[in-house]
């Protein structure tokens, strides 16, 4: 069940240059809810030095199972350049005491992948996919280029790499239009139905008329998962907004 539940929530960590310069282009907080008890938060930033975009993702959520609680915290950074290069992945996950961390550095038409769980770091390298994938920021931005023309379905080809090294496709059918209140003030959003060809579990996300995702709905396996944006302090508060 924990191996289940890191792999719904993992995200992605980068290590990259020393000493960068990073400059916040975005930072969202988000309160986590599962099956609709205050479970959680996650923080996802992008930011930006020269040439590089770094995506960072962290997630910290605790799981009640058989009067047992379980906390899980796991982070993710994807470093890319503005042309939508790769250069590093970083993912790392702990749960009950048992921590596994994985780098990938993408050197041209291969990968290096170096894990660590509980022991020794393994490293081996593979071949990178021929096929053609988007990085994270070029995810955002393709979606926000679809949202500003009004389409209805939007269809694109990524990596996860908590999926191993393999591209998946991600289908986004819109279901509507709607009103929210979103951390206080009242904005226009909409709703898309989200599935892949790797998992056979879909979701709904919301999005605001800027592109940010403002909720995201999911059943996990071990309850409905729900995301939703607001401040710093309502998403850690242990209550809740």
Do not use: C
Request: proline share 3%; no cysteine; glycine share 10%.
């Amino acid at each position: 069940m924990i191996r289940k539940a890191l792999l719904f929530v993992l995200v992605l960590t980068l290590t990259t240059v020393a000493f960068a310069d990073w400059e916040t282009v975005e930072d969202h907080w988000y309160g986590l809810t599962i099956a609709g008890l205050k479970s959680g938060w996650m923080h996802s930033t992008i930011e930006q030095d020269g040439s590089l975009i770094r995506t960072t993702s962290k997630q910290q959520l605790k799981i009640s199972r058989g009067g047992t609680v379980i906390e899980i915290a796991v982070s993710t950074e994807f470093v890319e350049t503005t042309d939508g290069k790769p250069i590093s992945v970083h993912t790392f996950s702990e749960a009950m005491g048992q921590v596994s961390e994985s780098t990938w550095k993408f050197t041209g038409s291969d990968i290096e992948m170096t894990s660590v769980a509980g022991g020794a770091p393994v490293t081996k390298t593979v071949s990178a996919p021929k096929e053609k994938w988007l990085t994270p920021r070029a995810v955002d931005r393709y979606f926000k280029q679809q949202l500003k023309k009004g389409a209805a379905a939007i269809t694109y080809q990524t990596m996860s790499p908590e999926l191993g090294i393999k591209i998946i496709t991600v289908i986004m059918t819109k279901l509507g239009d709607g009103v929210r209140q979103v951390i206080g003030a009242e904005r226009k959003v909409t709703s898309w139905k989200t599935e892949n060809d790797a998992m056979p579990i879909s979701g709904v996300d919301s999005y605001d008329e800027s592109g940010t995702k403002v909720e995201s709905i999911m059943n996990a396996g071990f309850g409905e998962m729900i995301n939703t944006l607001m401040s710093k302090q309502s998403a850690q508060s242990a209550g809740g907004p």
